[in-house]
């Protein structure tokens, strides 16, 4: 991986969290390195049973399917630390052991240096 690209979320809502997903996967599927920071508005959809919520909706493909294809391809997907006790989320309440639990200091320091980055 050659290419670092950062995708922020700040919201929990399909429309946001969506296009993140998205944007990662195919950052992955272009072998960048991906990094997607979720933000305490965003927190929730790292939450187990959240992105089945989403379903899938018509004509996009399924969310739970896009999260697994980032991390499974090398991808890293960071849950603020702030969104523990603002969200009051637990870190075994996350979806899967692979995400990451940082403030915003280190996620800036792992995103150093990064070609692109997007926000939802």
Same mark, same amino acid.
């Given at each position: ?7 922020? /979320? ?26 997607? !920071? !979720? ?40 849950? /603020? ?25 280190? !996620? ?11 926000? !939802?």
């Amino acid at each position: 991986m050659s290419d670092k690209m950062v995708v922020v /979320c700040n919201h929990a809502d399909p429309p946001h969290v969506m296009p993140t997903l998205i944007m990662g996967a195919s950052g992955v599927s272009l072998d960048y390195e991906v990094i997607l !920071f !979720f933000c305490p508005g965003g927190a929730q959809a790292l939450v187990k049973g959240e992105l089945e919520k989403i379903g899938t909706p018509k004509g996009l493909p399924n969310p739970v399917e896009l999260f697994n294809t980032i991390l499974d391809q090398g991808g890293k997907i960071i849950f /603020c630390e702030l969104a523990l006790e603002n969200k009051d989320i637990k870190p075994e309440d996350l979806r899967d052991e692979r995400i990451s639990i940082k403030n915003a200091p280190s !996620f800036l320091l792992d995103a150093d240096g990064a070609m692109m980055t997007l926000t !939802f």
